[in-house]
């Protein structure tokens, strides 16, 4: 097969292809395609473009050690970016001693917003990532895993090794963050 037709091939028939016939040579479809997507994910947290790069080759080496842990009940991409984020958030937790359930106790939000209320048509995206950047980590990366990768509640809560009740919890409560932050931005300017 030429390689214009192997790289038309799916994640999964490239994945089958590596398992059955161990052509291992072929993870380097795989890598090209999702390199710069893994990579934009890591600098969206990292904030640095050379550490972003190395941390996603680390990210995709690991991913292809445990290729044989992949069982397809997922896509190939949800499975990747939730080791990817699961990766990030380690790395941060024990870089900053960022352990969510304090930073949060010490970020309260003084009420619960009612997100019905927010006109979300009327949001500025650069408004937003500028909130993004100032919420944890964690929570960043559940928005992102749930609205932008489009992950399952379960998916997102084995990325994270917490339950899914955590995950719907915390996901609320983030989305309350970022209302109210961004309110909050608007009424400063």
Known sequence: MNDLKLSSLTDEQLIEKIRTEGKNNLYAI???????????????????KARAEEFANDILSKVFEKLDS???????????????????????????????????Q????????????????ELSFDK??????????EEKALLLMKYQD??????????????EDAVKMRLKRARSRVIYMYFKMLENE
């Open 30 to 48: 795989l890598y090209n395609r999702y390199f710069p997507k893994v990579k934009d994910k890591c600098y969206s947290f990292l904030k640095n």
């Open 70 to 104: 992949y069982q397809g009940k997922s896509l190939f991409s949800s499975w990747l970016y939730s080791i990817s984020y699961n990766m990030i958030i380690d790395y941060l937790r024990k870089k900053k001693q960022l352990h969510y359930p304090n930073w949060n």
């Open 106 to 121: 010490s970020n309260e939000l003084p009420e619960i917003i009612d997100e019905s209320v927010a006109d979300m048509d």
């Open 128 to 137: 937003l990532m500028e909130v993004f950047e100032k919420i944890h980590p």
């Open 150 to 163: 489009s992950l399952s509640l379960k998916q997102i809560a084995q990325s994270l090794a917490i339950s």
